[in-house]
């Protein structure tokens, strides 16, 4: 690289960090990770010519190739075009009114704000309520999008601490120290937290907010769609309110479409629409986006929660299985599809993304620095309702042929143990 710019001197000192080249040399080993879909069809896709299993998207409710999702996505598409081509401040597409009201109306608040991602709701909300004099916490294991958004709302004057994740001793002894000095407070959580597959301890929380006189923002883009009665979220499933809650969920991971969104009340609506910057400088989503999170949230209105019921079923057996293979499965009691499974240490990753690859399985597998280091190596698996049985199967088979191959000694010591006990029930 040519170091006469300082484009080019600045590009050269970062791509050659250490970190960075640590990085690359492992992403390089790990066919599941960074590579080219070449096709996508109902949990099977195409990788570097292989066909494989897919149990690495993130569709829990399998609506994403569902006929009228993709017949509502084009009758938007042939009405509105792909783009309506102003930001929401200037005008927009009709549709939105309608999915706003009708996730407002499911969640069971006065009004709620669509972002065209998570990501950009967050910078939009974090930053616009936590300034100066404000005291902005965040659980260490938080989305990177609230972490990102936290940095800007420092920028913005605000203080900003962070605190091991659940630990609420610590949380507690930081807002001890400081919320007397600051005017709001916030602790920012994720709903769900997608490298543990865990709920958030959110009575916790509430307790500890209402001690301390703060209030909590919650990142829920895992939960809305898929945990909590009919799937309204990760403070339905606890039976409790928005009140001195900033609530904000995805319309991705459950719908199968594309957004975020901000439940807010009525009174504060116009705050955040003339305020919020990634509201008033951002584009909007596209129609076709629009129509098929509308048309998600009918499918499964009318279904009447079929699909979670198919998806707790699978979560269930899954879990079951692997354990009984022989792996720890993290949050055991956390009824999630995403089930984050214990396979060695870090120095294990490669050969295990490798296997499932081997396998033709595509699968997720995560390490430090991803996850904590003392975690080790982890493959996450993401199931969804429309996973097949017998796909299943096959996942549990590669599952115990990883078993057999990261345990050798084990594996042959229970097959001993399996024919003497064979034997004694023959020779009783
Ligand atoms: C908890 C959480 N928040 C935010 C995001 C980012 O969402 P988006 O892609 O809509 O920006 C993700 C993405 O996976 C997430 O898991």
Redesign the pocket.
């Known amino acids: 690289m040519a170091s006469s710019t300082p484009l080019a001197r600045l590009l050269e000192e970062r791509s050659s960090g250490r970190v960075v080249k640590h990085l690359a040399a492992i992403l390089d080993q790990l066919p599941n990770s960074y590579c080219q879909l070449e096709s996508l069809g109902r949990h099977e896709c195409v990788i570097r010519g292989r066909r494989m299993l897919n149990f690495n998207a993130?569709n829990y409710l399998g609506l994403e190739q569902h006929p009228e999702m993709i017949a509502s996505a084009q009758q938007a598409l042939a009405t509105w075009g792909t783009l309506a081509g102003s930001s929401r401040a200037a005008a927009e597409v009709g549709l939105y009114e309608k999915l706003e009201s009708k996730i407002a109306e499911k969640i069971g608040v006065e009004s709620v704000i669509v972002y065209p991602?998570?990501?950009?709701a967050?910078h939009g909300v974090i930053p616009l309520l936590m300034r100066k004099r404000s005291l902005l916490l965040t659980d260490q294991e938080v989305?990177n999008?609230?972490q990102r958004a936290a940095i800007e709302a420092k920028g913005a004057g605000a203080t900003l601490g962070s605190f091991i994740h659940d630990d609420f001793t610590q949380l507690e002894q930081i807002l001890e120290a400081q919320r007397g000095q600051h005017s709001h407070a916030m602790i920012a959580l994720?709903?769900?937290y997608?490298m543990a597959g865990t709920y958030l301890n959110l009575p916790r929380y509430e307790a500890i907010a209402k001690k301390y006189d703060a209030m909590l923002y919650i990142?829920?883009?895992?939960g809305f769609g898929v945990v909590g009665p009919e799937g309204r979220g990760i403070v339905s499933h606890y039976g409790s309110n928005y009140d001195n809650t900033i609530y904000v969920a995805?319309l991705?991971?459950g719908l199968a479409s594309?957004?975020?969104f901000v439940a807010v009340p009525q009174a504060a609506r116009d705050y955040f629409r003339y305020n919020s910057y990634t509201y008033t400088f951002s584009g909007q989503l596209p129609p076709p986006y629009l129509a098929s999170a509308l048309t998600a949230m009918e499918i499964l209105e009318r279904e009447k929660g079929a699909r979670l019921t198919r998806l707790h079923e699978l979560i269930g057996r899954v879990k079951t299985e692997v354990q009984e293979i022989g792996f720890e499965v993290i949050g055991e009691d956390h009824p999630f599809p995403l089930v984050m499974v214990k396979v060695g240490e870090f120095e294990n990753i490669p050969e295990v993304s490798q296997f499932f690859y081997d396998e033709g399985v595509h699968i997720l597998t995560v390490g430090f620095p991803v996850i904590p280091q003392s975690r080790g190596a982890m493959v996450r698996i993401s199931l969804s309702a429309t996973h097949a049985d017998s796909q299943i199967d096959r996942l549990m088979a590669a599952f115990r042929k990883l078993h057999a191959k990261l345990n050798p000694s084990r594996t042959q010591q229970d097959s001993r143990e399996c024919l003497a006990d064979t034997a004694s029930s023959v020779a009783a």
């Open positions: 993130i991602t998570v990501t950009l967050n989305h999008s609230v994720d709903g769900v997608s990142d829920d883009a895992h995805s991705e991971k594309l957004g975020g």
